[in-house]
């Protein structure tokens, strides 16, 4: 019992100082999500991780602890029953550095590729807006979907761009972010054939779920967790 109470004011002491590192997960019918988190830091790293559906809701929540450059594996499928909306944010909170690999799963081929997130979010006191670029393919067989994420307890504001090959905007298009909450981008339903670029715009920073389909079968996932830039403005 007082194991458990130190435990407890050690975590609740660090996850006041934690960053937090978000990632896109995928626990809807056909398809799982797994991590592996190292701790790369030559102390005991306290973390917690929060699992929360399209919506914003908590969908399994839990702490850990490990020694120092340890690493362990976390499968979300022991935690987190299938559903149509259970995709969206992962946020791990920790006062050391992670390195944090993402398995993708589809039940019948298994692994579909692994992503790698080593960064926490990144805060700027001076910045207005954040912005983020993800490029797209839509041709012939090919399509791709984004997922947006709020890693923040307040609601955001974002602008996306859509961007034709040759640099025209076919589309602007602007939505609030519920905390935690994401939404869905299918970019077949704006360019019909072409490769481009999503320009995004927001106000906190947000993380992206990129998902890349071939025959209208999902085959890789990345996450995009950088801003390539900010402004005052």
Known sequence: MKKMIVFILLLVTVLILADSYA????????????????????????????AFDCYGK????????MSEYSTMSVDLAKFITSGDDNWGLLLIECDQLLSIAVMYQDETYGLLNGDHVIEPIQYSEDAKYYWYAAVYAVKGSSSTT????????????????????????????????????????????????????????????????????????????????????????
């Open 146 to 233: 984004l997922a947006l994420m709020n890693p923040n307890k307040k609601e955001t504001e974002i602008t996306i761009w859509i961007c034709e090959s040759n640099g025209e905007t076919v589309e602007e298009l602007t939505a609030t972010l519920e905390p935690f909450s994401s939404a869905f981008l299918d970019l077949a339903k704006y360019i019909q054939e072409d490769i481009g670029v999503v320009d995004i715009q927001s106000d906190l920073p947000i993380a992206i779920g990129v998902e890349h389909y071939e025959d209208d079968e999902l085959w890789t996932v990345d996450n995009i967790v950088d801003w390539y830039t900010t402004t005052e403005w």
């Open 58 to 65: 908590k969908l399994w929540q839990n702490s850990y602890n």
């Open 23 to 50: 990632v896109y997960h995928l626990s809807v019918p056909g398809y799982s999500t797994s991590l592996l988190i190292s701790n790369m830091s030559e102390e005991k790293a306290y973390f917690r991780i929060s």
